[in-house]
């Protein structure tokens, strides 16, 4: 397994196409953390829902370091909301 892993390497380190590769893992592990975020918030991004739980206080710029190249990534960055309506507006 580990020499198939090996030659898979060496075949993306020649192969042409390696930027549209970390691309393409790029845009599914931010597809992915969307996801994730919207299944905390309760909301998914734009959505308005009386029953959010986190709203998005914007994003962290992250380097993925990968066996073959890095990967940049945009991590969403939640902000719990206050429980009590009082809280939320003084």
Do not use: C
Not at 19 to 32: K, S, V
Not at 35 to 57: I, N
């Amino acid at each position: 397994m580990t020499t198939d892993m090996m030659n898979f390497l060496d075949l993306v380190e020649k192969s042409r196409d390696s930027d549209l590769q970390l691309e393409m893992i790029g845009f599914a592990a931010d597809l992915l953390m969307e996801l994730e975020v919207g299944a905390v918030t309760g909301a998914a991004y734009g959505e308005r829902d009386p029953a959010r739980r986190a709203q998005r206080s914007g994003y962290q710029d992250w380097d993925w370091q990968t066996r073959v190249e890095t990967v940049e990534l945009r991590i969403p960055k939640l902000r719990k909301l206050p429980t009590r309506r009082a809280e939320r507006w003084p």
